[in-house]
């Protein structure tokens, strides 16, 4: 989905041109739309964060040649400033035919026609169907499928 920005180096037009690239896999196209000092934070997963554009390049390197017809769409997005919230989702199959899909929010900041930072909240999709322990996994009364251990008493 391409959503017209009337600024070039606005956040929206940054954010088509990272979809463009990612979807055309263009590996270079899509490093260019990151600064060199780009820092990436992960608030669910603190030590998944990492910092620079060589990163990000190795990273789409690899999930390009992992996930040779992986896809990226915008459903939502909302531009406060400098920062887009962005509703992502990605789509595609691992070479072995295995389903690669994440969906969730990227919040980026832009700044001179180019993303410096994210806050990402990307997670995979899980197909597989479960008993309805939503409520036990948020107040961790289940671990990992596992119920938690009793409190001593």
């Not at 990612?22 to 990436?40: I, Q, R, S, W």
């Not at 993303?115 to 322990?133: G, H, T």
């Amino acid at each position: 989905m391409t959503l017209t920005d009337a600024d070039e180096a606005g956040p929206l037009a940054v954010i088509n041109r990272l979809l463009e690239a990612t979807n055309k896999h263009d590996l270079e196209g899509l490093a260019a739309c990151f600064a060199p000092g780009y820092v990436n934070e992960t608030p669910a997963h603190p030590t998944r964060g990492f910092t620079g554009r060589d990163t990000i390049r190795s990273n789409w390197e690899q999930l390009f040649t992992g996930v040779p017809d992986i896809k990226a769409h915008l459903l939502s997005h909302s531009v406060n400033g400098s920062s887009i919230w962005t509703e992502l989702h990605l789509k595609g199959a691992w070479r072995d035919g295995t389903p690669h899909e994440m969906t969730g929010v990227i919040i980026f900041g832009v700044d001179g026609g180019i993303i410096n930072s994210a806050r990402f909240y990307l997670e995979p999709v899980e197909k597989a169907a479960a008993l309805d322990d939503t409520a036990d996994r948020v107040t961790h009364r289940v671990t990992h499928g596992r119920p938690a251990a009793e409190p001593a008493q």
